[in-house]
């Protein structure tokens, strides 16, 4: 951009050779000038600003010791090289809480558990590391898809807490703690999984159900992967998650991903949790709790033992209970997704016009998908499935009856 821009400047200047010719001295002049300007780094600006506000803080001998030049953090265990404190030299210092950017001090605490030393600035922040001029630096910019994560970004995509989208980038390290300090959305986005039971349709690390896609690296798929049609308005990775966890139909029609019901707030805390996941080679040195073993916990396993000692054991057994609780049989689902299945063999009739037993054979909906990709049932086993549910519907049947004794 400079050079072109000085480039511009002079080619006009060739082009004018008579006035070059009666004011010769003049056009040099601004001809120096012109290129002068052009050619001094933005960043040097900012340096030397910096040094004015260090002066008048306090005094020239503490400005003496500002460094001069392109200063970097390489962190070779990332593999980043970041400039960023070529203009933000007032990081490390204290002081200058209130100065304005890019001269202010950081947070202390966050870089008190991270010193810069060993993180740089991208690992949280995004950006380009070894740009100094701020367009580059900040993004964002083509062909550079990890702009700055800063408060103008969650300003664009109506965040109420601005800074949050940073949090992708803290998940790439802090993917396996349950929970996080100062990353409020990460940690609703987490609860939100393991409340809705996501797993029952979702790998994720390893574990979980076949009837959605694996989204173990959820986050390293391309924006352009997405299909944008049916979206009004900016188009982006982050566009796209949030309108899909408000409405999944609404962008693929065939889903039988549920509805929610999410607030705006709680979409966007699942649209960074699933972007944060991508696949990054940082060494485990960087990854708290990487021990972590993402495997039901005691509760839920001492919960599924009792129910596989009762009268739904086969329901466990052949992970219907992922989806759907069958009360008279003593089944609590994992997640309730699908409805209580005590009550199909009437429901089925009254909501499709079937039978159980033609249902089960021909399924359609989120059933047709499961029984195809994530449960096989055989002739016999859907024979025991219709039996066991005919019980449970006859159990809740005397249930009822006793109930309406006692009423009267
Ligand atoms: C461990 C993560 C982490 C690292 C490493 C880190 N930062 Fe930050 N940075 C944060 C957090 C968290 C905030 C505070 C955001 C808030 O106030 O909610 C912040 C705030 C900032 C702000 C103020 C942003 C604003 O919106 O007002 C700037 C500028 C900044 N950091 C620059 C840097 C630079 C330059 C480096 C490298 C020397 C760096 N940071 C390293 C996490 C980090
Ligand atoms: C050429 C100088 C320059 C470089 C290099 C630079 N910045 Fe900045 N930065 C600025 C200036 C000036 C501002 C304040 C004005 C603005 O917000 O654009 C700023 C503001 C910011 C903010 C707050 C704005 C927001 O949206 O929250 C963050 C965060 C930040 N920079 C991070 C970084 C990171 C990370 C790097 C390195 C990848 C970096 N900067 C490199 C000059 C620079
Ligand atoms: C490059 C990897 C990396 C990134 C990015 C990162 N962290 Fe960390 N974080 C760590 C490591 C490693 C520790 C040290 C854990 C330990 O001491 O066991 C840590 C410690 C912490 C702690 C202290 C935990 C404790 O128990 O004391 C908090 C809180 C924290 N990070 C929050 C954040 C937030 C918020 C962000 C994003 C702004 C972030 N981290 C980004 C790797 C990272
Ligand atoms: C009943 C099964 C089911 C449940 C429960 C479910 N999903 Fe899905 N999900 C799907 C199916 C099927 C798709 C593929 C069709 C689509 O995009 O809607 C999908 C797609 C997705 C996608 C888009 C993947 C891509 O790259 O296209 C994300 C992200 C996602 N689900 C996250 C979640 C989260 C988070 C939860 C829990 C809050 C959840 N899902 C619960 C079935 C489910
Ligand atoms: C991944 C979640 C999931 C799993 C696992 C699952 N189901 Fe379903 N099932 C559903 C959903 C959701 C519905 C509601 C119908 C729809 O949305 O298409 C449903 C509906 C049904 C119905 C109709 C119930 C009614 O009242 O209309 C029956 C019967 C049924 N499932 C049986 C089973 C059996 C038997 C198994 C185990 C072999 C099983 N399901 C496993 C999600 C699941």
Known sequence: MDHRSTNNKLAVVKNDGPIVAVSGLAVLILVALVFYDSALPEWQAYQSEFRN????????ERAQSVPVGI??????????TDRCITCHGGVMWKGLENSPEP??????????????????????????????????AHGPIEHWEDPVLGSRMGEFYVLSDK????????????RYDRETKGASFLNRGKQLLAEKGCRACHVINGRGGTVGPDLTYEGTKAPEQFNYERIKGFHSAFTWHVAHFKSPKDLVSESVMPQFGFSSADAQALAILVMSWKKAAIPL???????????????????????????????????????????TLGIEAAAQIGPDLA???????????????????KPTGTMDVVLSTMITLTPEERNEAIEK??????????????????KK
Do not use: W
């Open 389 to 406: 549910l005919r019980f449970a519907h006859q159990l809740k049947q005397q249930a009822e009856a006793i109930a309406a004794k006692r």
């Open 163 to 174: 800074r949050a989208l940073m949090q992708m980038h803290c998940n790439s390290c802090h």
């Open 53 to 60: 506000i260090v002066e008048e803080k306090f005094g020239s």
């Open 103 to 136: 001269y202010r001090s950081h947070p202390r605490e966050i870089l008190a558990k991270h010193p810069i030393e060993r993180f740089g600035c991208t690992s949280c922040h995004g950006g380009q590391g070894y740009a100094t001029d701020a367009g580059d």
């Open 343 to 361: 009550l199909a063999v009437t429901d089925v009739q009254s909501r499709f016009g079937r039978t159980l037993d033609d249902f089960l054979a």
């Open 71 to 80: 200063q970097q953090l390489h962190v070779k265990e990332l593999g980043i």
């Open 285 to 327: 040195s960087y990854v708290p709790n990487h021990n972590f073993r993402d495997v039901p916990t005691a509760d839920e396993k001492a919960k599924e033992e009792r129910m596989l000692n009762g009268p739904g054991a086969f329901f466990v057994k052949k992970n219907c209970f992922l989806c759907h609780s069958i009360s």
